[in-house]
């Protein structure tokens, strides 16, 4: 029930003139401060409204004075990522590879952009991370088959190895063995190799027949120590690494019948900016030469 506004004897202020069973109701403003605030915003969304999107119409919607849209923006930041993109690309394209990695910033990116495409084509066979599995080589150390600098590794992801698609692939056939030396010529053989690491320590009498068995049917590939050939891409048999095994009865296998390992040719099937990077990504990956 209104009454009439007066001094509030507690307090000093003035009250609404309101009251309920006796109870006053003082009059306490807002601090202007605060109400300067609310009228600005008020302001400020009616000239927001004005100048950009807000107010349904129908199926459509007022576009604002200003024509603003986000989707409008985010399709000139895309166009402006992929215009970039395709610059670094067309670098990579058309820049030999040993330079590429002569350029920091155009072979980070090309180490990222390898890594992607590794994963998608090539993990298959030689595991996360080029880290290789029994009969596919690890590209991360230093022991290469073919040659571990840029161009070599360029040259075989181009056109693979023993691929029987490509003409130009990489190839070279160890005989099998099992057709041409007895069983025990290959089981000599086969201690001899495994002495060149250490593996083995065989009899001096089987040491000297097996060198002379190896001088006269592996060196020519191999190497006269054993050490490998890239020219035939014959694995070096004096270290610890095995590309098919290093127990005695995988490498007699090995000498009767040969794998001959396939490796896929990628040219044609990758663009030149992938192969490209592929080839920066696995140099980088450790036992680049
Ligand atoms: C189908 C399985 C397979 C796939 C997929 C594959 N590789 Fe290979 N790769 C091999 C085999 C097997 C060898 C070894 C062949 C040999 O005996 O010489 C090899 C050898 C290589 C070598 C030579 C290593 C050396 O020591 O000289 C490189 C480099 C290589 N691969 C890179 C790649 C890259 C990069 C990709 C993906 C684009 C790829 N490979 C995909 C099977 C594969
Ligand atoms: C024409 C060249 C050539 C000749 C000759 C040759 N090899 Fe090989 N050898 C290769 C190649 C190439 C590979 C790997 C390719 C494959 O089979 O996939 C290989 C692989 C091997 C491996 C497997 C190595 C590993 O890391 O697992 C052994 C062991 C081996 N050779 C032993 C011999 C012995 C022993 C002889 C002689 C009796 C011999 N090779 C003669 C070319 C040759």
């Given at each position: 029930?209104?009454?009439?506004?007066?001094?509030?004897?507690?307090t000093?202020?003035?009250?609404t003139?309101?009251?309920?069973?006796?109870i006053?109701?003082?009059?306490?403003?807002?601090?202007?401060?605060?109400?300067?605030?609310?009228?600005?915003c008020?302001?400020?969304?009616?000239?927001?409204?004005?100048?950009?999107?807000?107010?349904p119409?129908?199926?459509?919607?007022?576009?604002?004075?200003?024509?603003?849209?986000?989707?409008?923006?985010?399709?000139?930041?895309?166009?402006?990522?992929?215009a970039?993109?395709?610059?670094?690309?067309?670098?990579i394209?058309?820049?030999d590879?040993?330079?590429?990695?002569?350029?920091?910033e155009?072979?980070?990116?090309?180490?990222?952009?390898?890594?992607?495409?590794?994963?998608?084509?090539?993990?298959?066979?030689?595991?996360?991370?080029?880290?290789?599995q029994?009969g596919?080589?690890a590209?991360?150390?230093d022991?290469?088959?073919?040659?571990g600098?840029?161009?070599?590794?360029?040259?075989?992801?181009?056109?693979?190895?023993?691929?029987?698609?490509?003409?130009?692939?990489?190839?070279?056939?160890?005989?099998?063995?099992?057709?041409?030396?007895?069983?025990?010529?290959?089981?000599?053989?086969?201690?001899?190799?495994?002495?060149?690491?250490?593996?083995a320590?065989?009899?001096?009498?089987v040491?000297?027949?097996?060198?002379?068995?190896?001088?006269?049917?592996?060196?020519?590939?191999h190497?006269?120590?054993?050490?490998?050939?890239?020219?035939?891409?014959?694995p070096?048999?004096?270290?610890q690494?095995?590309?098919?095994?290093?127990?005695?009865?995988?490498?007699?296998?090995?000498?009767?019948?040969?794998?001959?390992?396939?490796?896929?040719?990628?040219?044609?099937?990758?663009d030149?900016?992938?192969?490209?990077m592929l080839?920066?990504?696995?140099?980088?990956?450790?036992?680049?030469?």
């Amino acid at each position: 029930m209104p009454t009439k506004i007066e001094k509030d004897t507690a307090t000093g202020r003035m009250t609404t003139g309101h009251e309920w069973d006796g109870i006053k109701e003082l009059n306490t403003p807002l601090p202007k401060w605060w109400l300067y605030v609310f009228y600005a915003c008020i302001a400020f969304s009616a000239v927001w409204v004005v100048l950009y999107p807000g107010i349904p119409l129908g199926t459509t919607y007022f576009k604002g004075v200003l024509g603003y849209s986000t989707r409008v923006e985010h399709a000139e930041n895309l166009a402006a990522v992929e215009a970039g993109r395709a610059d670094i690309l067309a670098k990579i394209r058309t820049t030999d590879v040993a330079d590429i990695l002569k350029d920091p910033e155009t072979a980070t990116y090309a180490v990222a952009g390898g890594r992607v495409a590794f994963a998608e084509n090539c993990a298959a066979c030689h595991a996360a991370g080029g880290a290789g599995q029994a009969g596919y080589p690890a590209l991360g150390d230093d022991d290469w088959l073919w040659g571990g600098d840029i161009h070599a590794i360029r040259q075989t992801l181009l056109h693979g190895i023993r691929s029987a698609t490509d003409a130009d692939t990489r190839t070279s056939q160890m005989p099998a063995f099992g057709e041409i030396l007895d069983r025990n010529q290959i089981q000599t053989v086969a201690t001899y190799v495994l002495s060149l690491s250490g593996a083995a320590d065989p009899a001096p009498a089987v040491k000297t027949e097996g060198a002379q068995i190896f001088a006269d049917n592996c060196a020519s590939c191999h190497g006269e120590t054993g050490h490998g050939g890239r020219d035939f891409g014959a694995p070096n048999l004096a270290d610890q690494v095995w590309l098919y095994g290093g127990s005695l009865e995988q490498i007699t296998a090995q000498v009767a019948q040969p794998r001959h390992g396939v490796m896929p040719n990628w040219g044609g099937r990758l663009d030149d900016a992938t192969i490209n990077m592929l080839a920066v990504y696995v140099h980088s990956l450790g036992g680049g030469e």
